[in-house]
């Protein structure tokens, strides 16, 4: 039987996409590039954003969600692709309307969110089969927002985080690896608490660093008519969606205090050698951290070219 | 009379540029696409680098450096591109080639290096006509090296700042205000002290931020292998020239400490309302820094189009 990521994924009926911004959106995209033969349906609180889906092609239908709304009668494999806020309420519509099914198979929850230690929990405490809950966190996005800045390539050539657990069913695990591969990530499998504290490192603490950077150029008088290419890139995810990372900050606190205390010692030896005068110190600290750069961004794969209206935030 | 900056910039028969790197380099073709119709000399101390730069076009002939270069007979702009570290010592061949000259007017001197009080502490103390000398700071760049990946459109729409001082000679400030604006950038005055704060703010303390981002993905297991599109912007910079980032540091440690301390006070801020839940100070954070970037940002020139071997970098 043919096991390609598209071949498996094409015998789930229904795709039901929970949130179409710009995350949501490109997922819709990218499985109707990727040749996906499915019902692509769109879920939102908003009449008005599912409509922008809708008109943007990221979607085939859409539905207002509600407690009811969970109901289906076909296979269906849900991605909430909203705010990691809305992912508790999300879970027990999920369940009430499981609840009331006759025969409650055939559905199959993961998410592409931040933080995998609480919202696993949430999945396992809430959900009536939790055994088909996958956590995921694909490693890509944009600082834009919206179904308007869509694009079917966001995730390809990115890393895709799982966290399956001990009683993760295996064919739900497969349905959701098949559907990351779909949209062209490469899969990394770790347990919750792995994830939150390796994602905190090269994604939370950046994301904190580059919102006291924006401040502390604001509060130095003339700092932004002379802010240029470095301040820009060390600052881009500053302008990301600040629900989304309210969100992070408060399921990942424990991880991020961590990492920025690690991050306070590490500059404050760097102070202290600086006013020291100890440049061979100074010295070794780029040199070591360009050469891991250098290495890490050989592996990556080339990045798409810029597109769109804000393409010059790109 | 026509007061034109490539106007002023033509009356300067030529034009040296110490350094013929990415930054001399892109100097070199900006003036030829600018309509420079002088001699674009590009002078350093290995000829390979040199017969580099002559092969990309970036200038039109070259000279490695020595005590005697500097008895011009003719009208010179003189550029230093070079890492801050060597201008010192390029302050006193000029000024050992002046002293030997009968007539010492004609060279006009300025920089592009990342520092200015030592730069032009140095200037005034080794120089035989100080007032000759202003110095300037093109925020522009490229964490990429070598004429070979030059560029003539990298000081476009960017800011440069220039900071004379009280025995400025004005044709000489009006020769490197207008070399700079036919590079296409736009002018800042300041002095040299407030200069080294500012750009400590919006410059240094970024790559010293994302020197410590590199290492701290580093040294967390599987780290490098989820890092995606957020880590390479925010440590883009740690890619740059180990050399010239040793002396940017070297040459502005009261002002990078300085900076330094009030990050690790905001960072610690935010650590301790982190902890204690402070769900309202966190939003507060993101949403001022989200406003300050989005409104920085569409003050911002479009970035020019992605080019080069090492396009997915840019």
Redesign the interface.
């Given at each position: 039987m043919d096991q390609t990521p598209i071949t498996i994924l094409n015998r789930i009926p229904q795709i039901a996409i929970v949130g179409v911004g710009l995350l949501g959106g490109s997922i819709g995209l990218a499985l109707k590039q990727a040749g996906y033969t499915g019902r692509r349906l769109g879920v939102g609180r908003r009449a008005s954003s599912l409509e922008q889906a809708l008109a943007c092609g990221c979607v085939d239908e859409v539905a207002v969600t509600s407690p009811k709304l969970w109901a289906f009668d076909q296979s269906t494999l849900v991605i909430l692709a909203s705010p990691i806020g809305s992912f508790e309420a999300m879970f027990r519509e999920i369940a009430t309307a499981r609840a009331s099914q006759d025969k409650p198979a055939g559905l199959i929850v993961t998410d592409a969110g931040s933080t995998k230690e609480m919202v696993c929990s949430w999945a396992s405490h809430t959900l009536p089969e939790p055994g088909w809950f996958v956590g995921s966190h694909p490693?890509?996005?944009?600082e834009k927002q919206g179904p308007e800045h869509a694009q079917a390539d966001l995730f390809h050539d990115?890393?895709c985080?799982i966290t399956p657990q001990a009683d993760t069913q295996s064919q739900a695990l497969q349905a959701v690896e098949a559907f990351w591969q779909t949209l062209g990530m490469t899969l990394?499998r770790?347990s919750p608490q792995?994830h939150d504290?390796?994602?905190a490192?090269?994604?939370h603490?950046?994301?904190?660093?580059?919102?006291?950077?924006?401040?502390?150029?604001?509060?130095?008088?003339?700092?932004?008519?002379?802010?240029?290419?470095?301040?820009?890139?060390?600052?881009?995810?500053?302008?990301?969606d600040?629900t989304i990372?309210?969100d992070i900050?408060?399921t990942n606190?424990r991880a991020?205090?961590d990492?920025?205390?690690?991050?306070?010692h590490?500059?404050?030896d760097?102070?202290q050698r600086?006013?020291a005068?100890d440049?061979a110190y100074?010295?070794d600290?780029?040199?070591?951290?360009?050469t891991?750069?250098?290495q890490?961004?050989l592996r990556?794969?080339?990045?798409r070219?810029?597109r769109g209206p804000s393409?010059?935030?790109q």
């Open positions: 490693m890509a996005g944009s990115r890393p985080i990394v770790m792995e504290q390796v994602v490192a090269v994604s603490l950046p994301h904190a660093l580059a919102v006291l950077l924006v401040l502390t150029a604001a509060a130095q008088p003339g700092g932004l008519d002379v802010a240029s290419g470095g301040f820009r890139d060390t600052t881009r995810i500053a302008s990301g600040v990372w309210q900050f408060k606190r991020v205090i990492m920025i205390d690690r991050f306070t590490d500059l404050t760097l102070r600086l006013k005068g440049d100074l010295l600290q780029l040199t070591r951290a360009k891991v750069r250098d890490w961004s990556q794969a080339p990045a070219p810029v393409s010059h935030e």
